[in-house]
């Protein structure tokens, strides 16, 4: 009996037409849960390595996580698994809203498709009718109106994820859009669905989600939530906006690693993720100017990142928004009401977009970033990838590599507001100086050659997100090692110390995984923590939990919401060994495609060489290489090959991957 899970997958023969039902045994979920732990199986199990990723044989599949729908708190993300067009390996993205629970009530953990339509269709859930639907007339509309039409046609309670332009051009940095802008944005599996010619899914399901003890998980959810709501201490630190606080935030991060958590949540409430945009420019968490610059020299608080961050950006929002079962309501909508770009309704653009459109281009125009956002959400791009595209072009055009000739009369001026939109739309429609964009940083350097791949940031092709390794040089190793490279929801010392899993795993001996300033650099025992935290979040991502949400202190009772939604009697380290199958099998897709370390390294400058020379990340190289070499170690991995080695893959229960591995090597 399946509790928690659904127990089945829908297959979609897109070149066939044909949909198929497939159960699922327990035991699969047993060993990898279900989000993108059952994707990776599934893709793992039935895709051969070397297929294109943009052509039929690739597989797509949505899935939704073993806690979704059971009443747990944060555990409403939908993820998208296929391999990436982008890296050529492992691809995975997720995204709030409410489109997780939806899967989970058709009455699968996941919606998988293969092949590839003749023409244009979307796939219709309505009950127990499912079928393919001719999408000819939503062909070239953007996502969000592609959201609207079909819940005009089907009716407002469909959940529909689509591709807008991004996804239809196959453009390798576009995503899968749900909830009027909100993408699936990473490892460009947009393109994927626009090889396919799927235009949407468009779901609405009535089955219900078996659970072991429902009293048992909402009573936990209860307390959490209780837990949630009390706000004194911080409210002490919190008075006024960001800028006042600062100092504060930083002596209570030094001193009181309990706390850490509870700012975030704070900051999350009130701002949401824009919270930390002004600040990060100026610590050093965000890169500056193409990760060259600095920001109180070139971004400085006071007179530019402010503009672009906390009370600037809530100042345009008209309501706040949660993803499903989250009380942290972190999401918002706004709106522009005059100025060059009006815009009636919009999302809150969200700290990765207002540093990528923003402080790596130096733009602190926040009407204009609101602008590019919303256009990159309506044709699904992924916000990140894109601004560090344009960041590269404008230190190319800065160093004489574009000219006007090259960029369409553009001049790519820091600080160009008007060139960076451009640029946006640009990538969009694909053409002219936006066909050298429209795939990302990787292979636009490519195409211009002359050396610009040393300003081209990325990590194994993924553009690497707004979090600065020399800052926080957990977030630069994990952007090299993690199976989806350039990920920044994976693991970091900054998520360490919000999470403070010191106290519920043995596998870290005493260390409360705290790292103050002082600590930021140093290798040992890194390897290990790092491990712990990498493992968590597979976890995380099997039962579709927001790392956000784990992240806001009082460890939330993840073990307990699995157990009693499960049945099981799991501890948290035998989760934690879950969490690490799952990576391992991410990590053999990527060693069968012929992956190795040295291909998701960053380039030198993100990895501090040379140092910056000013700045709070002055001086500053951490010692990424000794770093994944100790990661490696702690997760059983070869550290030259990156492999998973035997003895791991038998303590873990992988003879599939073992086998695989016996395959390459014969
Ligand atoms: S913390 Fe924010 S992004 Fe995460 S689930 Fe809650 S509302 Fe959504």
């Excluded at 815009?343 to 402080?359: F, N, R, W």
């Excluded at 574009?402 to 553009?410: C, N, Q, R």
């Excluded at 409360?512 to 790092?530: A, C, I, N, T, W």
């Excluded at 934690?576 to 291909?599: H, M, S, T, Y």
Aim: some cysteine; aromatic content about 8%; charged content about 25%.
């Amino acid at each position: 009996m399946s509790k928690g899970y659904m127990g089945k997958i829908l297959w979609v023969d897109l070149s066939k037409g044909l949909l198929e039902e497939e159960t699922i045994a327990d035991e699969i979920y047993e060993r990898f849960l279900a989000g993108y732990g059952l994707g990776a199986k599934i893709l793992f199990d039935r895709m051969e390595a070397g297929v294109d990723p943009l052509g039929p044989d690739n597989i797509l599949g949505f899935v939704a996580g073993l806690l979704t729908g059971t009443g747990a708190l944060f555990s409403g993300r939908w993820q998208v698994v296929g391999k990436s067009p982008l890296t050529g390996g492992w691809g995975d993205a997720n995204c709030g809203g409410d489109f997780a629970p939806a899967i989970k009530r058709t009455g699968y953990d996941g919606i998988f498709f293969k092949g590839k339509s003749p023409k244009p269709v979307y796939l219709l859930i309505d009950g127990d009718e499912k079928k393919l639907v001719d999408a000819g007339d939503l062909w070239g509309t953007d996502a969000i109106d592609t959201e609207d039409a079909l819940q005009q046609k089907h009716g407002k309670g469909f959940r529909v994820a689509a591709i807008g332009q991004g996804g239809e051009k196959l453009s390798l940095i576009s995503g899968i859009v749900n909830a009027g802008g909100r993408i699936s944005a990473r490892s460009g599996l947009g393109a994927v669905m626009g090889s396919k010619n799927l235009k949407a899914v468009c779901l609405k399901g009535k089955a219900r989600i078996p659970i072991h003890d429902q009293k048992q998980v909402l009573a936990l959810s209860k307390a959490f939530r209780q837990r949630l709501g009390r706000d004194e201490v911080v409210d002490k630190v919190f008075t006024g906006g960001v800028v006042g606080i600062m100092g504060r935030v930083l002596k209570y991060f030094k001193t009181q690693p309990a706390m850490a958590g509870e700012l975030f949540k704070f900051t999350l409430r009130v701002w949401g993720t824009p919270g930390i945009a002004a600040m990060s420019a100026e610590n050093g968490d965000s890169p500056v100017k193409n990760w060259k610059g600095v920001g109180f020299r070139d971004f400085p608080l006071t007179t530019r990142s402010k503009n672009i961050g906390d009370d600037a950006v809530t100042a345009h929002q008209t309501k706040k928004y949660a993803c499903h079962s989250c009380p942290l309501s972190c999401g918002g909508k706004c709106s522009v009401k005059s100025g060059r770009y009006p815009l009636a309704e919009t999302h809150k653009p969200e700290y990765e977009s207002l540093c990528a459109l923003g402080t790596l281009v130096l733009v602190d125009d926040l009407e204009q970033i609101f602008h590019a956002n919303e256009l990159l959400n309506r044709a699904g791009i992924d916000s990140i990838s894109a601004g560090a595209t344009i960041a590269w072009a404008f230190e190319c055009f800065e160093r004489g590599l574009l000219t006007e000739k090259d960029t369409d009369g553009l001049r790519l001026t820091w600080g160009n507001g008007e060139a960076m939109v451009a640029c946006v739309e640009k990538i969009i429609a694909g053409e002219g100086f936006g066909a050298l964009l429209k795939d990302g940083v990787r292979r636009a350097a490519e195409k211009l050659g002359k050396g610009s791949d040393q300003w081209a940031i990325h990590a194994g092709g993924q553009e690497l997100p707004m979090h600065d390794g020399r800052f926080d040089a957990g977030y630069g190793l994990a952007y090299e090692v993690e199976p989806t490279p350039g990920r920044h929801t994976i693991a970091s010392y900054t998520y360490g110390d919000l999470m403070n899993l010191g106290s519920q795993t043995k596998q870290v001996g005493k260390t409360k995984l705290f790292h103050g300033p002082s600590d930021r650099y140093g290798v040992h025992g890194k390897g290990q923590e790092m491990s712990v935290l990498s493992a968590f979040a597979d976890v995380i991502n099997g039962c579709g939990m927001c790392i956000f949400g784990v992240s806001v202190g009082g460890n939330p009772p993840v073990t307990d919401w699995i157990n009693a939604t499960t049945g099981w009697h799991r501890t948290f380290d035998e989760l934690l060994d879950v969490g690490r199958r799952i990576k391992a099998i991410r990590q053999a897709f990527n060693i069968r495609e012929g992956i190795a370390p040295k291909d998701t390294k960053m380039p030198h400058r993100a990895r501090g060489v040379p140092a910056l020379e000013a700045g709070p990340n002055k001086g500053i190289t951490p010692p990424f290489d000794e770093l994944a070499r100790d990661y490696y170690l702690a997760m059983g991995w070869d550290p030259s090959s990156g492999k998973p080695m035997s003895h791991t893959l038998d303590r873990l229960g992988l003879p599939e991957v073992k086998e695989a591995f016996a395959k390459l090597s014969g």
